[in-house]
């Protein structure tokens, strides 16, 4: 079993070097030149040249070959002097309101929200795209209380939450959740991407000043198009409280940072 898995990253780091050492756009090697120089079969080529697709470091053109795809951009997620500070990021970001209305909040986002099931919420499904491209779907839910005059213009223009600051609401912080997914044949039809293609799914709650849950939102993005990036800042900050719980963060198992003290983390988002 080693060997096949061996060869297969031989080539995925072969593909790897011909992506970062060509511009976006350039065509990489037909299937038969690389399984001569590589000297691997076509199933174990194609294997680490699907998995590079379905990623989006690729992008396979029927009839016309395979080609580097377009390069990273990074949107910086959590800014460092100030919360709900998004600075604008690389591309063109623009959103299509689909749904706008008016409902019940319902028991689950009445209990995200603190609010009746019977409240008002102002309910909102937007398309966000970049240069025009397809990014991501979200499912936006403030309390009418909040913002009782929010518009489908209001979601297509600008910064959400400058939009909330226009209304009388001030942001303070946010708890968000990220996890992978798949999308349906509706989510599919709107991103532009296979049915079950690989999407990360994202849950926000975000309070105002006063503590109160003001938006509950859940998006969508792309799993070939976006990816998360965090820089982990691991510098020595003195010894740990005692009995204070060993750091942890996804990817580094506990224990591995006993030395280091507190750790510091920016998130960036990559857009491709």
Known sequence: MAEPILKRERVRDYLL?????????????????????????????????DELVNTGLLIRQHGRGTFVAP???????????????????????TSRVLEHARIPAGARVGRRLRVSPAAEIAYTARLRLVDGQPMAIEYLHVPVAVAPDLTPEDMESGN???????????VRDAVQSI?????????????????????????????????????????LYRGDRYRI????????????????????????????????????STTTGDVQ
């Open 17 to 49: 070097e011909l992506i970062e050492t060509h511009p976006p756009g350039a065509p990489i090697p037909a299937e038969r030149t690389l399984c001569r120089q590589l000297s691997v079969s076509r199933p174990t080529l194609r294997s680490a040249v």
């Open 71 to 93: 390069a990273k951009i990074t949107q910086e997620l959590v800014s460092g002097d100030r919360a709900m500070t998004v600075p604008q990021a690389s591309g063109v970001w």
């Open 160 to 170: 959400f939450y400058d939009r909330l600051a226009e209304h009388g609401v001030q």
């Open 179 to 219: 996890e992978p997914t798949v999308t349906n044949d509706a989510e599919s039809e709107l991103l532009g991407v296979p049915v079950f293609a690989p999407a990360l799914l994202f849950e926000r709650l975000t309070n105002d000043v006063a503590g109160r849950p003001v938006e509950y939102v859940h998006s």
């Open 229 to 264: 990036v965090s820089r982990l800042s691991l510098a020595p900050t003195g010894a740990a409280a005692p009995g204070a719980r060993a750091e942890h963060h996804p990817g580094i198992p506990p224990g591995d940072l006993s030395s280091t003290g507190r750790v510091r």
